[in-house]
């Protein structure tokens, strides 16, 4: 399946569900994404953009002292998808960008979610630029620009790691980041549970990867929708 050249945004949830949490504050939960695999196989996702243009969550009110989301994720990859390649995508002006996985407990996952992400932007993006809970997920050639001042955006982290890292594994190289002075290199990674040593893989089915400036400049250039080349 291909997905190419489409510009989807505000996949709005006109009605929001709250959810209390054992923190005892509770959140939103909304339902909706602009693009969900479930089960899906060969997908290569090519020169889109995703953004929830006009609507940002950070603009609506507070219920219960909780922000009244109405997004989810930009692209959620689960339920055993295989085999999704993103390229020369954008991700804009959104809280959650990309999960891979349904849940740490989807243990349906294994074996599963191999995903390639290059050359894509993410900009104005909170979190999940991916977040990968099972899986081998390849990361290379991506930029990221978090906005000044970065909590404008309430930014948490770019790639997030959960589950064992023997089964969330992902491999990343040659990424640009262009950030403010106070978020610092460790903020951009986050990691949950993690124990495995290395990653445990090296990926081997990819095109020539540049190097990070030279990716950095491009994809401002390239990536999107509108933008083939």
């Known amino acids: 399946m291909i997905v190419r050249n489409l510009e989807l945004r505000d996949a709005y949830d006109c009605f929001p569900v709250w959810q209390s949490n054992t923190g005892g504050l509770g959140d939103w939960k909304t339902a909706y994404d602009n693009i969900w695999l479930r089960g899906a196989g060969h997908v290569w996702i090519d020169h889109v953009t995703l953004s929830d243009k006009g609507h940002p969550d950070e603009d609506e009110p507070t219920y219960f002292g909780r922000n009244h989301l109405r997004h989810d994720g930009l692209l959620d990859i689960t339920n055993a998808s295989d085999l999704v390649t993103v390229s020369w995508s954008r991700f804009a002006d959104h809280d959650k960008a990309i999960l891979s996985g349904n849940g740490d407990t989807a243990t349906g996952d ?106 950095d400049r491009e994809v401002a250039q390239g990536a999107g929708a509108g933008r083939i080349r």
Do not use: C, M
């Open 110 to 215: 294994r074996g599963k979610l191999r995903v390639t992400l290059h050359h894509n932007e993410f900009t104005g993006v909170v979190q999940r630029a991916p977040r990968v809970r099972f899986g081998q997920v390849h990361l290379y050639n991506n930029r990221y620009v978090i906005p000044v001042p970065a909590d404008t955006h309430d930014y948490r982290y770019s790639v997030g790691v959960s589950t064992e890292s023997a089964e969330s594994a992902v491999y990343a190289e040659n990424k640009a980041f262009t950030t403010p002075g106070h978020v610092e290199v460790a903020d951009l990674v986050k990691s949950w549970n993690g124990t495995a040593p290395d990653v445990g893989w090296t990926p081997t089915l990819h095109q020539e990867i540049d190097s990070a400036e030279r990716a």
